[in-house]
């Protein structure tokens, strides 16, 4: 529907959803990436079979699917999955499927990134830059001392703390399901909390003037080969924000172009 | 526990058909290519509610799929059954569709099992003999499976099948190869189980949602 509204413009973003969300509804995070390969699978057959039909899963089970109205973008939109972990980039590489890093540190990102195309190689193509996309929060402001001091007096560098982030049993009781694969410390650690420095130092937060900010997201595109940056802005008074937007919009978007 | 399989070999239509049987209840033919009438997992749950008869088509010459029909129709008389389910696995759908156009009044119903019976756009296969233009008058409940990692029947094909057939119900099986009931047999029984009871009702939903009452 959103893809007929838009003219064709919906990009799909796919997630497995973090351990939290697998406690806050109930459901067993063990299964949880078998769910979501499937889950996809499914998600693409509905946009593209033009009968209706029945789904016999492994966790998912139909009797007749039809949905209406189709897909503008045949043979369907373009998707993008977390790439973080390398089980996730290996899925994404064998179907073809664009990436995402959020949550995440450059380090972090640019290794899983090469992994992603390494596997894509092997699978027989090769990503573009608009196949990899970064998220981050951006705060831009005049000068790199103002951005500092808005986001430390304001807290609007603070993260709300997840159930597990401060009760280590609690994140031991999720890492204990297996929801995390083969590299569970390294997955772990992109959501240990940390000081806004760091932070800007992983390039989690870009952080300053426009100038410095553009340098932020230009690392970001030489380190990963990302083409594509989503950013958010941190929740400080509106007009502070609405200044970083405009400075943003007006300094670092149209130089962006050019990285 | 697997059940207690019966074999034999009966003489019809100047073939020699070989077969198992196994179960009680309402009668299941299921036809399979040469070589394909080992017991599956599958068969040995069906037979927990059915009477599963799986007959091996031969496969040398290549008869006709109309006379192998025939010939079915009268094995399925010799071992009196008269009014049956039937399924077709593979290239031996040809001749389930077949035989139902046949005998309309013995079919209560058809399974197609990764069927070859049809092309992708739904045109007729090489030495089709009338069957395609033929299926839109065959009001038979047909449920059609197709394995979501099959490439001799791809889950696309399922389209041809519901183009063609009025009362057709296809139902993909995920992480399914050709052998729909080898590789996913609890699946595979489930949905045909529940097809062969209800028919066109097995679209609805049985189960409760409650948690507690």
Redesign the interface.
């Known amino acids: 529907m959103l893809d007929v509204m838009s003219g064709g413009r919906v990009v799909a973003g796919m997630l497995r959803g973090t351990s939290n969300e697998y406690v806050t509804y109930g459901v067993n995070p063990a299964e949880s990436r078998q769910r979501f390969e ?1 889950a996809l ?2 998600i693409v ?1 509905a946009w593209t ?10 966790f ?2 139909y ?2 699917i039809s949905i209406w109205p189709r897909p503008v973008q045949q043979p369907h939109p373009p998707i993008f999955m977390s790439g973080s972990s390398p089980e996730q980039g290996e899925f994404a590489a064998r179907r073809r499927l664009g990436v995402g890093f959020a949550v995440t540190t450059v380090p972090l990102a640019r290794e899983a990134a090469r992994h992603y195309r390494e596997q894509a190689h092997l699978a027989g193509w090769e990503p573009t830059p608009d196949h990899v996309l970064y998220r981050a929060t951006a705060y831009v402001a005049d000068t790199d001392q103002q951005a500092l001091e808005d986001l430390e007096s304001s807290g609007g560098a603070d993260r709300r703390p997840s159930h597990s982030s401060n009760n280590k049993a609690l994140a031991e009781a999720v890492a204990g399901t297996g929801y995390y694969g083969r590299d569970a410390a390294r997955q772990r650690a992109r959501v240990q909390v940390r000081e806004l420095r760091e932070r800007i130092e992983l390039g989690q937060f870009l952080v300053g003037s426009p100038d410095t900010v553009l340098a932020q997201a230009a690392a970001i595109r030489r380190e990963l080969g990302a083409g594509i940056l989503e950013v958010s802005f941190p929740p400080l008074a509106r007009d502070k924000v609405l200044r970083a937007i405009e400075l943003f919009g007006t300094n670092v978007l149209p130089r962006m172009r050019e990285l | 526990m697997s059940a207690a399989w019966d074999s034999g070999q009966v003489e019809a239509g100047g073939f020699h058909l070989r077969y198992r049987q196994a179960g009680t209840g309402e009668s299941l033919v299921s036809l399979r290519q040469a070589g394909g009438a080992g017991v599956a997992a599958a068969d040995d749950l069906l037979a927990e509610r059915h009477r599963v008869i799986v007959m091996a088509l031969p496969g040398a010459g290549p008869p006709a799929p109309q006379d192998l029909a025939r010939a079915v129709a009268q094995a399925a008389a010799s071992l009196g059954v008269k009014r049956f389910n039937l399924a077709g696995h593979g290239s031996a759908a040809e001749v389930a569709l077949w035989l139902a156009l046949q005998h309309p009044e013995r079919v209560q119903a058809l399974v197609l099992v990764a069927p070859m019976a049809l092309h992708t756009e739904g045109a007729p296969l090489p030495g089709d003999d009338g069957l395609v233009e033929r299926l839109s008058g065959l009001a038979t409940p047909t449920l059609a499976l197709f394995g979501t990692r099959d490439r001799e029947a791809p889950p696309e094909l399922g389209r041809a099948y519901r183009e063609r057939l009025p009362n057709c119900h296809v139902v993909l099986v995920y992480n399914s190869d050709h052998a729909i009931d080898a590789d996913r047999p609890e699946a595979f029984v489930s949905v045909v189980d529940d097809f062969l009871q209800r028919r066109e009702r097995f679209i609805v939903s049985r189960h409760s949602a409650l948690r507690y009452p």
């Open positions: 499937e699978e499914l057959r079979e033009p009968q209706p039909f029945g789904w016999q899963g492994r998912y089970e009797r007749a």
